[in-house]
């Protein structure tokens, strides 16, 4: 073969992997919309917000569909998990650069690496031996949505921290360098002049994190309780979305099923609005 | 002009990387079996314009060239050129020295695989005689399986300069060879090139005004004018440092300028 | 005077406030760590390792399940690794900057990266189990982890291949290589580190998994015979044996013990050798 018969091969070739691995995700939307169009054709969307509770049925008509419990699940779990991780997130980020010795921030970094290679089904364990068992002593049952904000909030707190390490890092030294001229305390120079010029990454790891904590499923499952109902206090055992569908697709049969795959489409939805988000922000439109 | 035949002929080529313009109507004759100094200050489009005698600005995205080149006769943008063959006849030497990761012998061996040498006498052949040729055969003969990059910058340059010289080229391009190099290594590259005089076409960038008058028959002068890099002025070496036509070549080759 | 005595007390109290964020994600780590050791590692020995769960898994050992781990780890590397390196390969090397292609295939993938386990599950049992008919299996498991771990796989390579200096590339150029040589015989080798870690950090993701695999590759716990049967991953075990047999929770642990050991052991290479191979290629060239 000469020379340019096989670039030209290799060319077609790799254009092919890079369209495989780009409709991979066309695939996924395309099959989540196949399999839910039989529970959208015969309850519609709406039954999913109004109808009485959620008691589905393989027959649309049997059943009652309503998502919205496990809609304020995964809300509140994961709001309360954001608000927990990203201040300690960013405040391990700021230990990095400003607070720890040199030899100590390289360890914590590495720490903090290992915790973001934790699984989640092992800390669903965790929460399920110890944290649930610690709550129920406050406050029965135990498997709550606080349990659930806990260990939501662990599990994210490593992509949080990387992120706002990486854009703690991207601050140009001349602004540090500056506020110490001016003679600026640390906390100053954080407050002032670092935590702003940093703040599209951070923004961005808020998103990725909001990303992590609504996909999350294991750790959930395991930890709070999986009673749908809206809850009404921290307590109250709780079922996501993500939860709802590990529980149910073991049985679920016709319009439950496809029941089930609707709420992954919701879940598919969330998710693209946040990367186009993160996409905004990273392109510098929302200014720093 | 020069009596020899011109192996390079340009003929009004502009080069734009995206919308700046770095090359404007150039028109050059490289005279064949000569040293042509291209000289001229940083940011001139020098190396640009040798990227265009072997199409390397093909390798750089948004470059668009106008205009024609001959390579020994033939334009080289011509549809359906033969790139590599185009590219084995022109050797080019870069700046920094660029040797592959790989073992020395390898890095002679594997461009010569790929143009079909495969015959494993031949190869010892053509590598010893290269190496041969830049001075190194000596230096590195028992331990051809040696990393290149543990070679020293000026060892480098010449097993660089050994690996276009395998492929027999008939042209070479060269982009300031010595001035990544220490003076010690850089004179010996320096001495290397000159001895190339005849049996190469030899176009070489150079900021050394000393070197230029050196090794080269000839010398050309670029400059940046207000639509990018322009040829001012082309002749033989001595004409243009002792009596430039041109007065910004005066200016220039006198050090008031550039 | 007194601004500054405040400014001073910010500064402090600011001071603590970090120390002690740093000092609690340090400790809740330990404590997770310390409990799994408390209850785990007394299990653990050459007999867990290699026998077969009994009991519903309240006794015996882990080896089945392993081996079936090990199983859909291999069939996501064998399809991952191929199609993440050709992708990586044209995003780095024969993408123009502003091409529709590699901008449309980018975004793509970072809405992949983005996308739930469980969705993936989802995906995957309609998709692998149910439309090509491959049922609840190894294989259905593998390759929808195979459809989740490439977007960090080709990240990693791609990363690799943008770490290899440009005069490789323009000295192979101009000796009239073609691309294909060049890549095969230059920037393959140059950038395998990339790929390396791209596929450590992969098989890792792959290890950590659960929810996808609920639906793909099923709960089956005996010795696999073919790609085809159904079989239980390691994540999927711990999630078992915690939430569906009561009195699994020592297994469990035992179980997550070993699958963190392995994951620190995987992700811990990963990030040692990025350190040294990324940045020592960077540094040589």
Redesign the interface.
Known sequence: MSHSTKDALLAWVLRACAVAAGLIVVLIVVFLCLEAAPALRNAGWARFFTDPSWHPNRRAADGTFNLTPMLWGTFFAMTGAVLVATPLGVLSAAFLHFYAPKGLAVYYRRLIELLAGIPSVVYGFWGLVTLVPLINRVHPPGASLLAGIAILSIMILPTIALMADAALANVPRAYLHGAAALGLSRWGTLRGVVLPAARSGLFTGVILETGRAIGETMAILMVCGNVVQTPRSLFDPIRTLTANIALEMAYAMGDHRSALFVSGLMLMGQIVLLVAAAEYIGRGRVHG | MSDAPAYLKTEALSLRYGGKQALEEIALEVPRGEITALIGPSGCGKTSLLSCL?R?T??V??ARVTGRVWVGGKDIFAPGT???????RI??I?Q?P?????SIRRNLE??LR??GIAERARLDETVEKALRDVGLWDEVKDRLHAPA?RLSGGQQQRL?LA??LA?EPEALLMDEPCSALDPLAGGVVEDLIASLRGRYTILIVTHNLAQARRIAGRAALLWWKEHGGRLIEEGPTRQIFEAPRDELTAAYVQGRRG | MADARAARAADAAAAALVWSSAVLVTGVFAWVLFDLVRLGAGQIDWAFLTGEPEDFGRGGGIGTILVSTGLILGVCMAVAAPLGLGTAVLLAEFTPDGSLLGLLVRRSLDVLAGVPSIVFGLFGNAFFCVYLGMGFSILSGGLTSACMVLPILIRSTEEGFRSVPDEYRMGAAALGMSRAAALRHILLPAASPGLVVGLTLGIGRALAETAALIFTSGYVARMPESLFDSGRALSLHIYDLSMNVSGGDPRACATALVLVALLLAINGSASWMAERWLHRKVSEA
């Open positions: 072997n390397l093909d390798l995205p948004g033969d790139l590599p063959a185009l590219r084995r050797g080019m870069f920094r660029n040797p592959f990761p790989l594997l461009p790929e143009h990059l660089c690996r276009a492929l």
